[in-house]
T-cell receptor
Framework: DAKTTQPPSMDCAEGRAANLPCNHS???????VYWYRQIHSQGPQYIIH???NNETNEMASLIITEDRKSSTLILPHATLRDTAVYYC????????????FGKGTSLLVTP | EAQVTQNPRYLITVTGKKLTVTCSQN?????MSWYRQDPGLGLRQIYY???????DKGDVPEGYKVSRKEKRNFPLILESPSPNQTSLYFC????????????FGSGTRLTVV
């Protein structure tokens, strides 16, 4: 699976958009970008995933650059409950192998 | 409600005393797996299962056993726990590992003394 690079921490004011970047410059053509988050010691929560098109669901939007070497997870109106560690994972979609969570980005949403 | 249920949530045990952590999912998922999470080491996969009676080792399988006799259940067995297995454990399931991601349980915090 391709390696990802995320900033270790970010802050965001409540109500503002949180934009979390992820660099995956070695991504190959059949690898998807997945985002998960983990709120303090709870089980990780799936957020969104995509291959090359931008994606949106009720939780977030995923913007993938045209060359697919980086992506941004957008939480449009961050709340205090969005404070969590966010993991960007790149992997072949259909695989029985492990999700490599890496270190992720610790997002702190402040009042 | 679609969920992955782990039990127990907390467990303190002594070295060498066999224990089982149960995991059950109600989503008819084929894929299930176990992870452990340790400070500084992140989440690491222990074992996974692609279907009933099909299991395989993850990155850190030593000291653990699993079984998948029914689709919904995937217990984690520690036959002779040791203090280095003190950790936070998560069970996860997925319909196909592709489109819907994985649903994780709430975790089991195990302490072996």
């Amino acid at each position: 699976d391709a390696k990802t690079t995320q900033p270790p921490s970010m802050d965001c004011a409540e109500g503002r958009a949180a934009n979390l970047p992820c660099n995956h410059s070695t991504i190959s053509g059949n690898e998807y970008v997945y985002w998960y988050r983990q709120i303090h010691s709870q089980g990780p929560q799936y957020i969104i995933h995509g291959l090359k098109n931008n994606e949106t669901n009720e939780m977030a939007s995923l913007i993938i650059t045209e060359d697919r070497k980086s992506s941004t997870l957008i939480l449009p109106h961050a709340t205090l409950r969005d404070t969590a560690v966010y993991y960007c994972i790149v992997r072949v979609g259909y695989s029985g192998y492990a999700l490599n969570f890496g270190k992720g980005t610790s997002l702190l949403v402040t009042p | 409600e679609a969920q992955v249920t782990q039990n127990p949530r907390y467990l303190i045990t002594v070295t060498g005393k066999k224990l089982t952590v149960t995991c059950s999912q109600n989503m008819n998922h084929e894929y299930m797996s176990w992870y452990r999470q340790d400070p500084g080491l992140g989440l690491r996969q222990i074992y996974y299962s692609m279907n009933v009676e099909v299991t395989d080792k993850g990155d850190v399988p030593e000291g653990y056993k699993v079984s998948r006799k029914e689709k919904r259940n995937f217990p984690l067995i520690l036959e002779s726990p040791s203090p280095n297995q003190t950790s936070l454990y998560f069970c996860a399931s997925s319909a196909d590992g592709l489109f819907y991601g994985y649903t994780f349980g709430s975790g089991t915090r195990l302490t072996v003394v």
